[in-house]
């Protein structure tokens, strides 16, 4: 069995989301590269962006 | 790629003082067997410092500088080094300065299992079980991103609370009465306070919160005062009724007229519709077919015939809304007139409102006729409240407007158009957070939701190999229902039928030995599972707690099941060594004999020649009492390997004490041996060995030689060559290969054949 691969694993509960802002997902999955300590704070930047 | 080891070699670490090899050839399985305290344990230490960069019983403060070998040689180095069959190698040395990247692969692979942890994983919590197993699986980066996205949720939740807490202060500000506040009653209310004040009537409330506006404001507060309220009271000039146009209006829209304003209307319609669709080839009105041109040409014809009705209309629709306009505009002065009064401490009573027959829009569809009367009504009300407005700042104190107090009006204006700024943005602010929370929220439970199923899949699959080798170990006892299975929401439990009853924990029910053998069920479903990389399985003393039978049921499970794993199998159970051994011939054999303090784990298999040359290397170095005491220790070995190999006679001992015989015994031993099968040997080689007495003595002898310097080096380089020669009597030169008596003159032969024993 294959361990799950954060990135992917993140794909395939976006995939199965509907009406998703524009470019959404794909910059969301670029986030997960980023640094523990960094990464909560891009990933809400990101939401409210999306959100406006 | 698959690994397995291939060598294993320690310096100076835990139980070894020098230096140990363990051979696994191309990666094969090895039983290895030692009574307690040999020193089998540093191998399982090993290589789980080496994986891990720690030793789990030594993590415990204070326990850490145990990796090193107490009486290690001062200078020397503390190491481990591994060779394997892909990239997993190399050398780790005391103290461990790798990085943490290095323990990657085994944070995430299950490789070693001891006894004395067997039951760890199954005595964890149900949330540390699920820890063991997030690190396992690699679920922790899952779980890391969960917990961010768990983290935005939280903080955007704070922030929509932060924004509506803010949003009902704003709100109250506006509306000390709590009631609902909304952009058009604030309009209004700006609005008139703006007319009385003389300032800019915002039109709307995206003007009244404009730069622009407030500039206004902030320049009639800093400027004129503007015109005083009785200038205003003066300047009223009361409207009058346009008696014409109200006669105008109610002819057109007198009853007998609706027909034709019907009949206007409709064709005004058509015309437009025509227009907008110029090919059709249907009346859009009623839908038969028509020529569109012809169609078209009518309805003009009707609209030219009634041209003059409706430009009556229209004249009287104007004069109607001019009427209205006046009407309206006349009250909308007189209340910004009162407003102003009201904040001037001047008593007005408000004024009359236009009569709602005035008010209405104008059109055509559902007008009805206007009674001039009540025009004629409005207009004196409006005329007595003039009066009446007038008397009132005629008999108001003088100073009752002053400058100063228009200035705070204005300024009262622009805090209220600020707090109407302030509510506009926190309620903007507090919808884009919403929809940010909305959003977090979709996401948030979409990923624990994934979580959670990809979990579940996990656990039935390992439940799956869990209850298959369970059953393995313990065939057709009554014990069902194997799982491992999710228990709350961040915790996982085992579970088993027992008897028919669902038991989760399993504790109450089983036994310690069922408990172990659950442990390592788990452990190589797990390796089965999940191991990528890892292709070999240490497992130390796991059969403490299992009788006869199921040491037997596990033998047969490792050599049958687990065929194609490299296992290491640690073990103080001679029975058991020998039962793997019996079941897989292929795997290799290593017994610890002894351990001792200088020396270290000692073996079956003898090591004089290494030793040799690891006493050559230190006197090499200047070390000559590091070096007299392995040549003592080579020379201990070599006598012990010819005892052996010559059945030597030696005096009974009981147990396996043969590794602690004095040097003097195994002398013996030697010449007995081959006065029995070498006699004309023993006369060629007495001399060496009493040489070789002598050099114990006196020079092997480390406390007796340890303050003689230089001569001391040269005693212990002729006792080194002596040993070597003593070794080179039962060694081939042709092929290297040792030389013995084994029985017959054909069966004691070397390799090559080229070598006999005896010697001839």
Redesign the interface.
């Known amino acids: ?1 294959q ?4 990135r992917e ?2 794909r ?3 995939e ?2 509907d009406e ?2 524009e470019g ?1 997902a794909e910059r ?1 999955e670029g986030l ?1 590269e980023l640094p ?1 300590e960094k ?2 704070d891009a ?2 930047q990101l ?2 962006e ?3 | 790629m698959s690994e397995r080891l291939q060598r294993l070699t320690m310096r100076s670490f835990r139980g070894v003082p020098g230096e140990l090899s363990i051979d696994f050839g191309d990666g094969q399985s090895i039983a290895i067997y030692g009574d307690n305290g040999t020193g089998k344990s540093t191998i399982a230490d090993a290589l789980e410092w080496f994986f891990t960069g720690e030793i789990e019983l030594l993590s415990h403060e204070g326990r850490q500088h145990a990796v090193c070998h107490l009486g290690g040689n001062a200078g020397g180095e503390t190491s481990v080094e591994l060779l394997t069959s892909g990239s997993l190698g190399g050398k780790a040395q005391f103290p461990d300065e790798r990085a943490s990247e290095t323990f990657h692969v085994a944070g995430r692979e299950t490789f070693l299992l001891r006894g004395r942890t067997l039951a760890d994983f199954i005595n964890k919590s149900k949330t540390e079980k699920w820890k063991a197993l997030a690190e396992i699986l690699g679920l922790e980066a899952v779980e890391e991103l969960r917990q961010d996205l768990q983290r935005v949720r939280g903080d955007l939740k704070k922030q929509v609370k932060a924004a509506g807490a803010k949003l009902r202060a704003c709100e109250t500000a506006l509306s000390p009465d709590a009631s609902a506040v909304s952009e058009e009653a604030l309009l209004a209310n700006v609005q008139q306070f703006c007319r009385g004040l003389g300032v800019e009537v915002p039109t709307s409330i995206d003007r009244l919160t404009s730069a622009v506006w407030m500039a206004g404001v902030a320049g009639s507060s800093a400027g004129a005062p503007g015109p005083s309220l009785e200038a205003l009271v003066a300047d009223l000039q009361t409207p009058t009724v346009d008696a014409g146009a109200i006669d105008a209006w109610n002819i057109v829209a007198a009853p007998e007229q609706e027909a034709d304003r019907s009949r206007l209307s409709l064709l005004k319609d058509g015309e437009a519709l025509l227009s907008a669709s110029p090919s059709v080839d249907h009346c859009p009105l009623c839908g038969q077919n028509v020529d569109a041109a012809e169609l078209a040409a009518r309805v003009r014809t009707a609209l030219t015939q009634l041209l003059e009705q409706s430009t009556r209309l229209e004249a009287a629709r104007e004069g109607l809304e001019r009427l209205r306009d006046e009407l309206a505009g006349a009250v909308t002065d007189r209340r910004a007139l009162h407003a102003r009064a009201g904040s001037a401490g001047v008593e007005i009573p408000p004024p009359p409102a236009v009569p709602e027959s005035l008010s209405a829009e104008v059109a055509l569809e559902g007008a009805g006729l206007i009674d001039a009367r009540d025009a004629k009504i409005f207009c004196d009300a409006i005329a007595h409240w003039d009066e009446t407005a007038k008397a009132a700042v005629a008999s108001a104190p003088v100073e009752s407007e002053t400058s100063d107090t228009r200035r705070n009006q204005l300024a009262m204006l622009a805090d209220l158009a600020a707090q109407i700024q302030a509510w506009r943005s926190a309620a903007s602010e507090q919808e884009r957070l919403k929809r940010a929370l909305a959003l977090a929220e979709r996401v948030y439970e979409a990923y624990q939701a994934r979580q959670k199923e990809q979990l579940e899949e996990i656990l039935t699959s390992i439940s799956e190999r869990v209850a298959q080798i369970y059953e393995g170990l313990h065939p057709g006892e009554n014990l069902g229902g194997i799982t491992v299975e999710p228990w709350t929401a961040k915790g996982i439990e085992l579970a088993v039928d027992f008897h028919g009853r669902r038991q989760r924990p399993p504790h109450g029910v089983l036994s310690e030995s069922h408990l172990n053998s659950l442990a390592i069920a788990l452990f190589l479903a797990m390796a089965q599972t999940f191991n990528e990389q890892i292709r070999f399985l240490v497992l130390d003393d796991v059969i403490n707690s299992f009788d006869i039978e199921h040491r037997g049921q596990l033998a047969a499970l490792l050599t049958e099941s687990f065929d194609d794993w490299q296992l290491i199998v640690l073990t103080h159970d001679h029975q058991f060594f020998e039962n793997l051994s019996r079941r897989a011939p292929a795997w290799k054999r290593l017994e610890i004999t002894s351990w001792s303090y200088d020396a270290g784990p000692r073996t079956t298999k003898y090591e004089s020649v290494g030793i040799l040359g690891e006493a050559r290397d230190r006197l090499d170095h200047g070390d000559a009492n590091g070096a007299a005491t392995k040549a003592r220790r080579a020379l201990e070995e070599l006598l012990q390997e010819i005892c052996e190999r010559l059945r030597a006679e030696l005096p009974f001992r009981r147990g396996t004490a043969n590794d602690r015989r004095e040097l003097g015994e195994l002398f013996k031993g030697v010449r007995r041996a081959l006065k029995e099968h070498a006699k004309p040997m023993l006369k060629t080689v007495e001399p060496l060995l009493k040489n070789l007495e002598a050099d114990v003595q006196a020079t092997l002898n480390v406390e007796a030689h340890a303050s003689r310097g230089k001569s001391a080096g040269r005693e212990v380089e002729t006792a080194l060559e002596r040993i070597a020669r003593l070794d080179g009597l039962w060694t081939c030169s042709e092929c290297q290969t040792r030389v013995w008596h084994k029985g017959t003159p054909e069966s004691s032969r070397c390799r090559c054949g080229k070598s006999v024993f005896p010697p001839t």
């Open positions: 069995m361990r799950p691969n954060p694993f993140l395939s509960v976006v199965q989301m998703l802002p959404f969301l997960v523990a990464r909560s990933i809400q939401i409210e999306s959100a406006s």
